[in-house]
């Protein structure tokens, strides 16, 4: 006789901050719930993480294998491969996997995360994450007082004044065909940002170490560390049946999924935490929302039990 295969309570697609702190409740909750994850962490090329309380300059990728471990004791599995397609039915999710094999959850949980698109600059990616860094509450700490040049892009403007609170000895390289407003170039003089009329072609330095920038001008100036904007996207592909639609982020920076107030997708069953949703969240603000979206899910689930008990108990009653 062909046994029923495993229908989990809730499947998490992206083990994260996010994804594995909705599984820490849910596994608490006493959920069965399932995690796959690919294995590739926005974070990975950091050092350290910071702004996240009790673990600042925590290895990103410890954070996670220290929180794998925590899963263990409430019974949450994790499976350690791609999530390639994801079908509705009845029953909640089909998740077929890149291990060849399926997945099925009453509801699911995606907390993919992004991708940072960085310029085509060559040396710039070797240091990403590092030297190169887009966010001062992430890395401004460690890299105060150098000597910090900003990249040009739409959020330059934006960048190099806030940049001024961590060093004073900040430069903005923009296109020369790029006009700056008259309060802009005030604003930059009077918070003493150089601005280069040219734009950053090749980052110099070793694999860690940024020393400095080639110009499209044919000069190199010494540099410390690079401010940039990356582009932020998100990858869907893992749902691409259900017909989620990505868009433009209100603040120009990239993609994302919109979602409702509680993290509910138009999709029924469907729902993100994290970077998805929320692309400027730092770690402990996608732990929290993973751990925020776990509860909801939970109550979602609990309710259609109860409903479904009660129709239950009505059934045995009106055979009686």
């Keep these: 006789m062909e046994t029923q295969a495993k229908i989990y309570?809730?499947?998490?697609?992206?083990?994260?901050?996010?994804?594995?702190?909705?599984?820490?409740?849910?596994?608490?909750?006493?959920?069965?719930?399932?995690?796959?994850d690919a294995g590739e962490p926005r974070n990975a090329p950091a050092a350290a993480m910071h702004n996240f309380l009790s673990r600042d300059g925590m290895n990103p990728l410890e954070l996670l294998e220290v929180g794998r471990a925590?899963?263990?004791k409430y019974g949450v599995e994790v499976i350690n491969t791609r999530a390639l397609d994801t079908l509705r039915n009845e029953a909640g999710f089909t998740i077929s996997l890149g291990n060849a094999t399926e997945v099925s959850a009453r509801r699911l949980i995606l907390a993919t995360g992004l991708k940072d698109q960085l310029p085509d600059i060559p040396g710039l990616a070797e240091h990403w994450g590092n030297d190169v860094l887009h966010c001062p509450y992430c890395h401004g700490w460690e890299?105060?007082?150098?000597?910090l040049g900003v990249i040009d892009s739409a959020m330059a403007m934006h960048q190099a004044p806030m940049f001024t609170?961590?060093?004073?000895?900040?430069?903005?390289?923009?296109?020369?065909n790029k006009?700056?407003?008259a309060e802009e170039l005030e604003q930059l003089e009077a918070l003493g940002v150089e601005v280069v009329e040219s734009v950053v072609t090749t980052v110099l330095g070793e694999a860690g170490s940024v020393r400095g920038v080639e110009l499209s001008d044919g000069t190199q100036r010494e540099i410390d560390a690079l401010v940039?904007?990356?582009?932020?996207?998100?990858?869907?592909?893992?749902?691409?049946?259900?017909?989620?639609?990505?868009?433009?982020?209100?603040?120009?920076?990239?993609?994302?999924?919109?979602?409702d107030d509680g993290g509910q997708t138009e999709v029924p069953g469907l729902w993100l935490a994290g970077n998805v949703a929320n692309p400027m969240a730092q770690v402990i603000m996608a732990a929290a929302d993973g751990l925020g979206m776990g509860l909801r899910v939970n109550a979602d689930l609990m309710k259609e039990d109860f409903d479904h008990a009660v129709a239950e108990l009505r059934m045995k009653k009106a055979v009686v």
């Design 165 to 176: 609170q961590w060093s004073k000895r900040v430069t903005l390289f923009k296109g020369p």
């Design 179 to 181: 006009v700056l407003a």
């Design 9 to 36: 309570d809730v499947a998490i697609i992206g083990g994260g901050a996010a994804g594995l702190s909705a599984a820490q409740a849910l596994g608490r909750a006493r959920r069965s719930v399932v995690v796959i």
């Design 143 to 147: 890299v105060k007082d150098l000597r």
């Design 228 to 259: 940039v904007m990356p582009n932020f996207d998100v990858d869907v592909s893992c749902v691409k049946s259900l017909g989620l639609v990505t868009q433009e982020h209100v603040s120009g920076i990239g993609r994302h999924v919109p979602v």
């Design 70 to 72: 925590e899963l263990v």
